[in-house]
C-alpha cells in the first residue's frame, strides 16, 4: 500500500458508517485446530524461544496490537501458540490475503479476516475491521506489517503504511 492510498481509506475509514465487524471465531473449532497445529509445531520444531523477562505484560482490558516480521508459512501456527500460551483470555484476531482466505475459508472460524492488498478500498477495509477489532475489550491482533513474506535478514526492513495509521486511529491499545 502507498502512502496515498493508506492516507485516503485512513480518512474514509474515520467517516465510515458502521465498522466492518470482525469474523465470528469458532471456539470449537479453534481448540481443535490449535491442538492440531501445536502437534505439528511439535513434530517440526525442537522449540520456540522468548528472551528472558520479554514475555509482554499488559493489561487485560487494552486490546493488543502484536507486529511481527513474516518470514514463512509457520508464523500463523506460531502466533496461535504464543496467544494461546501468553493471552489465554483474549479473542486474537489476524489479516490475511483476501484470495488466501477465499480459497481456505476455514480461516474465517480462528479469527481472520481477508485484506485486498494494493488497493484503497482494501486498506480502507483493513482499518474498518482492524477498528473494529481493538475497540472491543480482551481482544489481540496480530499482524504482519511488512504484508508479504520476507526474508528476516533483508535490512532494511520496510513496513507498509496500516500499522501507524492503525494505532494512531485506536484510542487506547497495548
Given at each position: 500500500?502507498?502512502?496515498?492510498?493508506?492516507?485516503?481509506?485512513?480518512l474514509?475509514?474515520?467517516?465510515?458508517?458502521?465498522?466492518?465487524?470482525?469474523?465470528k471465531?469458532?471456539?470449537r473449532?479453534?481448540?481443535?485446530f490449535?491442538?492440531?497445529?501445536?502437534?505439528?509445531?511439535?513434530?517440526?520444531?525442537?522449540?520456540?524461544?522468548?528472551?528472558?523477562?520479554?514475555a509482554?505484560?499488559?493489561?487485560?482490558a487494552l486490546?493488543?496490537?502484536?507486529?511481527?516480521?513474516?518470514?514463512?508459512?509457520?508464523?500463523?501456527?506460531?502466533c496461535?501458540?504464543?496467544?494461546?500460551q501468553?493471552?489465554p483470555?483474549?479473542?486474537?484476531?489476524?489479516p490475511?490475503?483476501a484470495?488466501?482466505?477465499?480459497?481456505?475459508?476455514?480461516?474465517?472460524?480462528?479469527?481472520?479476516?481477508g485484506?485486498?492488498?494494493?488497493s484503497?478500498?482494501?486498506?480502507?477495509r483493513?482499518?474498518?475491521?482492524?477498528?473494529?477489532?481493538?475497540?472491543?475489550?480482551?481482544?489481540a491482533l496480530?499482524?504482519t506489517p511488512?504484508?508479504?513474506?520476507a526474508?528476516?535478514?533483508?535490512?532494511?526492513?520496510?513496513?507498509?503504511r496500516?500499522?501507524?495509521?492503525l494505532?494512531?486511529?485506536?484510542?487506547?491499545?497495548?
Amino acid at each position: 500500500m502507498n502512502r496515498q492510498l493508506v492516507r485516503r481509506a485512513s480518512l474514509s475509514a474515520q467517516t465510515a458508517s458502521p465498522a466492518v465487524a470482525p469474523p465470528k471465531i469458532s471456539p470449537r473449532f479453534l481448540r481443535v485446530f490449535s491442538h492440531y497445529s501445536e502437534s505439528y509445531l511439535t513434530r517440526s520444531f525442537n522449540s520456540v524461544r522468548l528472551l528472558k523477562n520479554s514475555a509482554p505484560k499488559t493489561s487485560d482490558a487494552l486490546p493488543l496490537v502484536v507486529y511481527l516480521n513474516h518470514s514463512s508459512w509457520w508464523d500463523p501456527l506460531v502466533c496461535l501458540f504464543l496467544a494461546r500460551q501468553f493471552f489465554p483470555a483474549r479473542a486474537s484476531y489476524g489479516p490475511i490475503e483476501a484470495a488466501a482466505l477465499a480459497r481456505y475459508q476455514f480461516f474465517r472460524r480462528l479469527g481472520f479476516f481477508g485484506v485486498e492488498m494494493g488497493s484503497s478500498a482494501g486498506a480502507r477495509r483493513f482499518l474498518e475491521t482492524a477498528g473494529a477489532i481493538l475497540r472491543m475489550r480482551e481482544t489481540a491482533l496480530w499482524i504482519t506489517p511488512q504484508g508479504r513474506f520476507a526474508d528476516f535478514h533483508a535490512r532494511p526492513v520496510n513496513l507498509e503504511r496500516g500499522l501507524a495509521h492503525l494505532t494512531r486511529q485506536a484510542e487506547r491499545v497495548a
